[in-house]
T-cell receptor, first 114, second 112 residues
Framework: KAGVTQTPRYLIKTRGQQVTLSCSPISGHRSVSWYQQTPGQGLQFLFEYFSETQRNKGNFPGRFSGRQFSNSRSEMNVSTLELGDSALYLC?????????????FGQGTRLTVV | AQSVTQLGSHVSVSEGALVLLRCNYSSSVPPYLFWYVQYPNQGLQLLLKYTSAATLVKGINGFEAEFKKSETSFHLTKPSAHMSDAAEYFCAVTAKNNDMRFGAGTRLTVKP
C-alpha cells in the first residue's frame, strides 16, 4: 500500500509570507502528527489530529496551525514566516494514535525561509 | 511529562563490531518506547517498539533493545555493525496521550 505522502518536498519562502504543507496518510489511518526537525532543536512535536480533531498540541506559537479533513489528509499552515522556521517538517500517520501503534513517517517537506 | 535522553550525539564503530546506542527515559506513567532510524533526506523508519509485552524487543535489521525499568533505560544494540547501519537513530517516548517526544538523536558511523 502507498506510504505517507508529503507535498511539496522542498519549498523556499520569504520572511513574512505564509506557507501550507500537505500530508496524505496511509489509507485507513486516522491519526496524523506533525513534527519540526532542525539541527539545533532536533525533532519537536507540533500537533496531532485524529478524526478531524486536534488531539494534542506542542509548544509552538499560534502562527503554526493545522487541520485535518474527512479523508484524514492533513495540512499544516505557518503564517508570518521567520528565518527560524526553516526546517524539515515531518508528518506521521498511524491507525489510532502515535503512542501505542506504529507511526509511519513521510519523507518530509524541507522549508527554507530567506 | 515524558522525555528521553540519548547519551552521545555521535557513535563510531568498526564494521562487525557491537553497536550500542544509549537511551534513558523519564515518564510519570508506564511508557511506550521506540527507536527510529533516519537516513539522509528521509523520514523516520520504526526499528522497534516497547509496549509492555516483553522487556527484550527485537526489531528490524538485527537490532534489539531491552527495557530496564530499574535503570529507566531502553538501549539499542546490534551484535555486528554493517556499513548500511550508518544513519541517525532516535529514541522516543510516549504515554497514553499519544504525544511522542524524541531524543536529540545519535549519529552512527560505521568504519570499514
Amino acid at each position: 500500500k502507498a506510504g505517507v505522502t508529503q507535498t511539496p518536498r522542498y519549498l523556499i519562502k520569504t520572511r513574512g509570507q505564509q506557507v501550507t504543507l500537505s500530508c496524505s496518510p496511509i489509507s485507513g489511518h486516522r491519526s496524523v502528527s506533525w513534527y519540526q526537525q532542525t539541527p539545533g532543536q532536533g525533532l519537536q512535536f507540533l500537533f496531532e489530529y485524529f478524526s478531524e480533531t486536534q488531539r494534542n498540541k506542542g509548544n509552538f506559537p499560534g502562527r503554526f496551525s493545522g487541520r485535518q479533513f474527512s479523508n484524514s489528509r492533513s495540512e499544516m499552515n505557518v503564517s508570518t514566516l521567520e528565518l527560524g522556521d526553516s526546517a524539515l517538517y515531518l508528518c506521521a500517520s498511524s491507525l489510532g494514535g502515535v503512542g501505542n501503534t506504529e507511526a509511519f513517517f513521510g519523507q518530509g517537506t524541507r522549508l527554507t525561509v530567506v | 511529562a515524558q522525555s528521553v535522553t540519548q547519551l552521545g550525539s555521535h557513535v563510531s564503530v568498526s564494521e562487525g563490531a557491537l553497536v550500542l546506542l544509549r537511551c534513558n527515559y523519564s515518564s510519570s506513567v508506564p511508557p511506550y518506547l521506540f527507536w527510529y532510524v533516519q537516513y539522509p533526506n528521509q523520514g523516520l523508519q520504526l526499528l522497534l517498539k516497547y509496549t509492555s509485552a516483553a522487556t527484550l524487543v527485537k526489531g528490524i535489521n538485527g537490532f534489539e533493545a531491552e527495557f530496564k525499568k530499574s535503570e529507566t533505560s531502553f538501549h539499542l544494540t546490534k551484535p555486528s555493525a554493517h556499513m548500511s547501519d550508518a544513519a541517525e537513530y532516535f529514541c522516543a517516548v510516549t504515554a497514553k496521550n499519544n504525544d511522542m517526544r524524541f531524543g536529540a538523536g545519535t549519529r552512527l558511523t560505521v568504519k570499514p
